[in-house]
């Protein structure tokens, strides 16, 4: 398994900048919730399934297989 940011360095810009505006909570979602803390949980779960590749919510890691 390898986890990597986004190739697309503007998605990654706009996203930090999310990131430091909302105390570190994913700017892609309404509210602040503990499960929200990037790296979110729901990536941390779908990063535990060996078959699953793909985006955060976010867009901003990238789990490879």
């Known amino acids: 398994m390898r986890i990597t940011l986004n190739k697309d360095e503007k998605v990654v810009a706009t996203v930090r900048e999310g990131l430091i505006a909302k105390g570190g909570f994913c700017p892609c ?21 060996p078959n699953f590749e793909g985006f955060c919510h976010c867009q901003l890691f990238y789990k490879h297989k």
């Open 29 to 49: 979602r309404v509210g602040k919730k503990p499960e929200y803390k990037c790296m979110c949980e729901e990536f941390k779960s779908q990063i535990k399934d």
